[in-house]
């Protein structure tokens, strides 16, 4: 069993954890950068939840 293997079975179990800490990442990325990259940040965000098998979450209107 690999480490990605590992971490999607753990991601199933703390789903509700592992969004805050990739929500708490992307928002991290957008101070650092000052907002300037904000769409590429929320679009690694969703590929990496993506290849974790995170589920989908609705879309959020912008803020």
Sequence with gaps: MGIMDKLKGLIGQHEDKARQ????????VNE????????????????AEGSLGMSDRPEQPPT
């Design 21 to 28: 800490v990739s929500d708490t990442a992307e928002k991290k």
């Design 32 to 47: 650092r950068t000052g907002d300037k990259y904000t769409s590429q940040a929320d679009q690694a965000q969703r590929r």
